[in-house]
Each structure stands twice: as structure tokens, then as C-alpha cells.
């Protein structure tokens, strides 16, 4: 496993976004808790939400008295390929898990757990899947071990549950975004914990006129159109291919609208690049169409960009843990239109900062309101910053840990 390293953050900076109350809970929480070791160890560094969390949340552990870590997995393509099949089948894809499929999971979790052999922490977070097996081939003695799992697996294929269940006995505690999600999963304890993004990062804070032009630039968008955007890892549950039949149902009347797609290629998605090339026969020659990745150079502040200058952010997922890149829209006071499946109705009430939609003909009419009806926008992003503001910032967030933390080792 490799350590990641992330930037300096202070909470203080956060006082202006959520008022000194909110801040001071958590000092004071946080003080009781302070020089407590805790790990978080997942996939990746970069692509994805739990990256994005990662590189807030571990900073800002640190910076009120934690002392905090983070680690990512060293796997092989084969073992990125099966880890993929089994986020999908966790979803609720049909599949079965070969012997062979098992050792390997196995023999990388086993490689990896080498690593935290002369460690000592006295809290350790596995989030998802991949790393689940770690403690398995480590004697933590007194460490608490938490499971965070950040997709829907409320109704998931069996066989890849009972092959979760062989864990849980390794752990204290889980957290899912929605409890519900922990359906068939054997737990000791689960804790409901919603995901949050930071406002303060490249991704979310306010750009300088300078930055947005630039970033214009690169998006290579007419911001004199209409534009509609989503922003996803290329992945089959994010609909990408219905993104494209909405735009060109709503292009027959709009004639000017332009659609962008966003998408980063993560590095334990092996998935991305065969969704990636698809997407682009799809499409065809459209050229009102663009389709950029992180290889074009659209990293967090062109993605800040594009969430802020598209006139309507789509998010049309088929099953979804959170979303990430609803809050983030909403926080821009940009509406977003997402599919009503797993974490997106608890972002968006219908109507009020967007819209929930069940299929490719909802979500053409409910873009439309809003692409017609430019108050409405308005009204809708204020009201989407609003309730991201109340309930899906990293303050939130950090203090739901610190509270866990609390309950676990005192
Ligand atoms: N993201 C990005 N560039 C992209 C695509 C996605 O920076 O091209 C970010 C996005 O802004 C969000 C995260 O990756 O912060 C995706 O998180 P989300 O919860 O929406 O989905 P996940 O990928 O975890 O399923």
C-alpha cells in the first residue's frame, strides 16, 4: 500500500461559509479526541468520490489534533477488473464469483495487509469493497475497524453479499450513506452517514472571472447557448447513452443546446475507457456535443466551471450510493435533474432544486421546464445551495465522524 500525501487545510477557513457555531462543536468535540491515530484506507487517489472526500476530510482530521492516514490499495488489472465486477454486482448486476476470482481478491488484500504489520492505529476505515479483506491477515489486537461502504447495496446479487459477509466479523462498525443500503449485510453496528463536498476546494469554491474564462476555453462551449452537463466516471449506472438520447430528444425543439459530458478516468475503473470509446460511436458526429476527460486536462476547476455555466446539470443515474456531483451543481445554484434512485433523492426534491426523473421521457420534460424558464433556474439553484449548505458540507461530515469515533473508543 502507498501512503497519499494531501494539502494543509484549516477548519478555521471554513467559519465564513458556516458560521463560528458549527465550527466550535467540532473543535470541541475534536479536543476530546485529540492524538487519536486513524487510518482510512480505499482504491484510488484520484477519480471518483471517495477520493474527492478523502482529500478534505483526512487535511482537515489532522488539523483539529487527529493523527490521521491514508493508504491506497496496490492491485493488478485482473484484481481492478474483478473488484469492478463486484461494485456492479453490489448493485444488482447478475453475475457469479469464480474460485479463482476469490483467490485472487484474497492473495491482493493479503499482499497489501503486509504493509500495516508494524502499524499502530486506533481507528482504521476501510471504505468499499476492494480493501475489505485487509484485516483479515492482520492481528489488530485493540484497533477498531470500521467498513464505509459508498454504493447502493440494498438490493444486491446474493453471492457477491455472502462473499462481503465472509468480513464482517473483522469489523466494529460500518457506515452507509443511507442505512437502509446495508440490507442484507451482517453488520455489528451501522452508523447512516451522507456523503459531503468541501466549498472550499478547487471543485466547489468561487472562481476568479480569469479562471472562468480560461476554463470557458477549454470546455470549447458557447456559453451564448444553452448547455446541459453531466459530470460522471464513464460507467454503465450512470446512463451516459440516455444522457445522449435526452439531449437529442430536447435538440429536435432547442436547436441551439449543447450537450457536454465530463468524465475522469479513475484508476480502479477499468471499465472507463471501453464506456469512454462506446460513448463516442454513440454520439457520432455531433459536434454541439463534447465529450473531455481529465486526459484533455479538465480537471477540478474547469469540472467547477462547467458545473457553474451549464444552464441545467444532469445526473441520470440508474443506481447511485450518493452523487457527489449533484451537491456540487447545487452548491453553483445550478438545478440539477437526477435519476430518483439510491443518494439522488436526498439532494434533490422534486421541484423544489430540480428534479427527479424515472426514465429517459421524464427527464427530456423536466429539462425543458427549465431550459424555458430561466427564473425558474434561478429560483431552483438558490434553493439547491440552500439545502446542500444545511446538510452535504465537510463540517457535517467530519463532525458525523467524529461523533462515531466517540462512540467507538470511549
Ligand atoms: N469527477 C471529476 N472529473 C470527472 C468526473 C468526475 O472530477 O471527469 C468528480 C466529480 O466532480 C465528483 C466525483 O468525481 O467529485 C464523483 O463522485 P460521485 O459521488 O458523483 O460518483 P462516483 O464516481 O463516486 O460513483
Redesign the pocket.
Known sequence: MKKVQTSKKSLSQFIDVVGEKKIDEIVSLASELKGLRVLHINATSF??????ILHTLVPLMNNVGLKVDWMVLDGSNDFFDFTKKMHNSLQGKEGTISEEEKKLFLRINKANAQSLKEVDYNVIIIHDPQPIAVPKFVDFQDTKLIWRC??DTSTPNEEFVEFLNSFVEYYDASIFTLKRYAGKLRFRKIYEIP?S?DPLSP?NRELTPNELKASIDKLKVDTNRPLITQ???F?P??DPTGVVDVYRELKKELKDLQLLM???M?SD?PEGWTMYEELLRYIGRDYDVKV???FHG???IE?NAA?RISDVVL?KSIR???????S?ALWKETPVVGGNVG?IPTQISHGVNGYLVNNIEEAVEYTKILLTDETLRKEMGKKGKDIVKEKFLITRHLLDYLKLFRDLVK
Open positions: 477519480g471518483g468520490g471517495v477520493a474527492e459508498h454504493i456523503p463536498i471543485k459530470v460522471s466516471r460507467d449506472w450512470k465530463i468524465g475522469s479513475a475503473d473531455l476527460t481529465n479538465i480537471e477540478s469540472v458545473q445526473q447511485e450510493g450518493f452523487a457527489l456531483t449533484v456540487e443518494g
